[in-house]
């Protein structure tokens, strides 16, 4: 397939492996990391080879930073509870934490849009700049394996991990009520949406929803856990939320 004519006003790549300190061997895991959903169906609709978009990606790197975070919490934190790591770990990987690094590096230089979300500030959004961030992370984890990605956390993310305090699990669902109340004039409510293992070791995955629209979503061994981290997520997401409202959260 020819270039599409939008990657002839994009910064070369190689300028964006050196902001993160690392060098791809194949590029396309990166370039596919850029390529947001609303380019790709612009592309797609006159292209016989269909190009594919972040969001496989943005699912996969989503996986590789809980480890990878969880991971160094765990080191600074040795006495923490679970449930205080889980809260901790959803403000360092929040939407709102992510889309700042990316925006500090400039990530939106590289990201791919379609012409509508180009003309409505895609390049500014959090929600798009830190999918983008998200699928980054998979994109050098596929390339270069567990520790090319391990390093990449190091270097982006080890300030924010280092400048995190621990967050006391119980206090996320009452906070969230607070804000969602200040902000939304509206209630969050709760809902078991799935049912996971056993009857011996279940997990009860719990969506939030704040109006018409669902703000977080976590798994837990009981149904409370489950509600107190799906509570973080959320929480993190409307205190970074400019608009009042989230895009939709795909699933």
């Keep these: ?10 910064q070369d790549l190689a300028a964006l492996e050196g902001i993160l ?22 592309q797609n609709r006159a292209a016989t080879d269909r190009l594919a978009d972040n969001q496989r990606l943005e699912f996969l790197g989503d996986a590789v930073l809980s480890l990878t975070v969880s991971q160094r919490l765990m080191g ?9 790591l889980s809260v901790t770990r959803a403000q360092v990987v929040s939407e709102e934490g992510l889309s700042e690094v990316a925006k500090l590096l400039g990530f939106g230089n590289w990201i791919l849009l379609g012409k509508g979300e180009e003309k409505s500030g895609g390049r500014a959004k959090p929600k798009i700049l830190a999918d983008a961030f998200e699928a ?8 270069g394996g567990f ?28 906070r969230l009520q607070e804000t969602a109340q200040a902000r939304l004039k509206a209630t969050p409510i709760y809902k078991v949406v799935q049912e996971l293992g ?30 107190q981290m799906a509570a ?18 795909k699933r």
């Design 76 to 84: 600074r934190f040795p006495e923490a509870h679970e449930g205080d």
């Design 198 to 227: 056993p009857d011996h070791d279940k997990r009860f995955v719990v969506g939030v929803t704040i109006g018409d629209e669902e703000w977080g979503r976590a798994v837990g061994k009981s149904k409370k856990e489950a509600e």
């Design 147 to 174: 520790d090319a990605a391990n390093g990449l956390v190091d270097r982006l993310l080890m300030s924010r991990i280092n400048a995190a305090e621990i967050k006391n699990f119980y206090d996320f669902k009452t």
């Design 21 to 42: 300190g690392y060098a791809f061997r194949d590029r396309a895991l990166l370039d596919q990391a850029l390529r947001h959903a609303s380019y790709c169906n612009e």
């Design 232 to 249: 973080a997520e959320a929480h993190f997401r409307l205190e970074g939320s400019d608009a009042g409202r989230p895009e939709k959260k």
């Design 136 to 143: 980054i992370i998979a994109a050098v984890y596929l390339d």
């Design 1 to 10: 397939m020819a270039e599409p004519d939008d990657y002839s006003n994009r």
